[in-house]
């Protein structure tokens, strides 16, 4: 009985509480959404409204003359084939994306469930890339592609992240959770060490693959800086060097480059608005026990 009347005299508190937290939180949360959404949306508008109203003071939030002028510019201009600079910014980030989910899953796989002399420091080696900023390595990374012939060619900016520090550290938290009966059953049954891997162990894979493979395709899509290295010629540049070009072409119109800023930003939207129950699930499961 004394149970009882403490959770019943503890409940009213309880119900007074709930509803003041539930309150702030969906307070905190809108104010996040508004300060994420709010930019975006603007550049979006600034998209559809005519160049003359874009300079109107004070300025207009919504248009009040719908326009896609800006659009239809850009794409009759010759000197922007979006197909080209798509299919290019396409191959380069399915390329890595396909790359860095074998090595990484296979890196992973060995560092968790294999036992072999200087594991634990080769994996320590691993994590202090994490650490180091790609600009240090930028210079020996570009000297390679020389060496390789590979400078002002999409290879060049695939090859240089066919391994994924983060990718294997991912991989090996996720997959040290997998239980070893598994394994050695299938090795019993006769699957070789790869066997095992691309028949057991992948399959089982599916949340931390694509977390990976979303992450990787985002940071791969919005790359600037080694692309700006490596890319000489117009015609291979990816999306981000066209929207920079394209901003220096058309500094004061401001409606042609919020709609070039749209058109290379709307597939990572929603490639990210598809598949984004797969991060959540991906960064909730991996390293659990």
């Not at 979006?44 to 004070?58: D, H």
């Not at 990374?141 to 060049?156: E, F, T």
């Not at 290295?229 to 401001?254: A, D, F, N």
């Amino acid at each position: 009985m004394a149970t009882v009347d403490l959770t019943q005299s503890s409940s009213p508190s309880v119900a007074r509480r709930n509803p003041l937290a539930r309150i702030g939180t969906y307070a905190v949360l809108a104010i996040g959404l508004a300060v994420t959404l709010v930019p975006f949306i603007w550049i979006l508008m600034t998209s559809l409204k005519p160049a003359s109203e874009i300079v109107r003071i004070p300025p207009t939030f919504f248009p009040e003359q719908w326009s896609l002028n800006s659009y239809q510019t850009i794409f009759n201009d010759p000197k922007v084939p979006l197909a080209r600079f798509y299919l290019n910014s396409t191959l380069v980030s399915v390329g890595r994306v396909v790359i860095t989910l074998f090595t990484s899953s296979l890196a992973g796989y060995i560092f968790a469930k294999f036992v072999f002399r200087g594991k634990n420091l080769l994996f320590g080696f691993i994590l202090i890339q994490l650490m180091i900023p790609f600009q240090v390595v930028m210079i020996p990374a570009y000297l390679i592609l020389v060496q390789l012939r590979l400078i002002d060619s999409l290879w060049g900016l695939v090859i240089p992240s066919m391994v994924d520090a983060f990718g294997i550290f991912l991989m090996r938290q996720f997959i040290s959770t997998f239980p070893n009966d598994l394994i050695d059953a299938a090795r019993i049954d006769g699957a070789s060490e790869f066997g095992v891997y691309w028949r057991v162990v992948m399959p089982n894979l599916g949340a931390p693959l694509a977390t990976l493979g979303i992450f990787t395709f985002m940071a791969t899509w919005n790359d600037y800086l080694w692309p700006l290295i490596v890319i000489t010629t117009h015609e291979k540049r990816t999306l981000p060097l066209l929207l920079t070009w394209y901003t220096s072409q058309h500094g004061q119109r401001y409606d042609l480059t919020m709609a070039a800023s749209i058109l290379v930003l709307l597939p990572i939207l929603v490639v990210y608005i598809f598949l984004q129950r797969w991060i959540v699930r991906g960064v909730a499961l991996t390293g659990m026990k």
